[in-house]
């Protein structure tokens, strides 16, 4: 008797129902394009310069950038609707400015540290209530906040204010030793936290899913009954909260509050929201993916330390570099779903 091996049986149908099944989903690719880029900078580092892939600067890639993964994550809330927030920079200055005042005038670090992320969630609110109620463009809605934070930041104080607190210094000084060389700060762990919280809020609740539906297609999230307008200006107070507790993060790092704080900062955060996969007009994008984004922005950095002769301006000349290409992988993977 002849027996007839069935096509679902074949190997060749067995590999082509594998590789189906393995086929990466095209929202991840810009994902994993910013991990092969970190990898190789690794490998690159790790063959070029002697203890870079080691414990201590690995840990200090999340330690020294722990104030930029918070404005990442709000940012990535924000390009994920369409919009963009020029004013987390601000908010940081503003935020260390309040903290080294308000410590300077007595006051105790359980009242201070909410009232700094207070500051940056009713700035959020601001541009939130200006983009969706009064129909402002969010670029120009963050644009005047930026320079509303910016101004209040000099006249508060102008000069660079010390914070002393001893609660405050304290808890600035918290540092894990997690053993071979790693180790982490209080700072870091705030950081993975609000990654953590970020990451539960867009992918777990309704209100992450209607993020993502923003981005895909206002109309469309209005037809299907989204509260549209609430999540519009929720993604700015997310931005602003964001920035406020980045700005608390950096003035642990700096221990002062300064008005020239956070210049460019907003660009550092969108680049690396760029890098790490989100598109900039909306519905496709992953927090871890920001994370990963800072991690390569303070990469770049370590490498141009590590090489010692190179000016700082590498740094922003790979940054450039590093942006304009993903900015390119975004319009091919989007033309193709068009297609």
Known sequence: MTVVESPASTPVTMLRGAARRVRLDRRYLPVVGTLVVLALMLAVGGGRYEGF????????LLINNAHLVALA???????????????????????????????RAGMPAAVVIPVVVLV??????????????????????????????????????????PIRDETFVSFSDV????????????????ALAVVALALWLLHYTRFGRTVYAIGGSQQSALLMGLPVARTTVLVYVVSGTCAGIGGLLFAMFSRSGYS?????????????????????????????????????????QTAITFE????????????????LVFVVLQRVLAGRRVA
Request: hydrophobic share 60%.
């Open 260 to 300: 020239l704080t956070g210049v460019g900062m907003e660009l550092d955060a969108i680049a690396a929201v760029v890098i790490g996969g989100t598109l900039l007009t909306g519905g496709t994008g992953f927090v871890l993916g920001s994370l990963i984004g800072v991690l390569v922005l303070g990469l770049i």
């Open 53 to 60: 892939v080691s414990g201590r600067v690995l840990s200090n």
């Open 175 to 190: 540092s894990l030793d997690l053993g071979g060389g790693w180790r982490i700060t209080g700072a870091g762990i705030i």
């Open 120 to 161: 940056g969630t009713v700035i959020g609110l601001l541009v939130g209530v200006m983009v969706h109620v009064f129909g402002v463009q969010p670029f120009v809605a963050s644009l005047a906040a930026m320079f509303l934070a910016r101004g209040l930041c000099y006249v508060i104080a102008p000069e660079s204010v």
């Open 73 to 103: 994550v709000g940012m990535t809330f924000v390009i994920l609707t369409g919009g963009i927030d020029l004013s987390v920079g601000a908010v940081v200055a503003l935020s260390g400015i309040v903290a080294a005042v308000a410590f």
């Open 308 to 323: 010692g002769t190179l000016s700082s301006w590498w740094t922003r000349i790979v940054i450039g570099a590093l942006v």
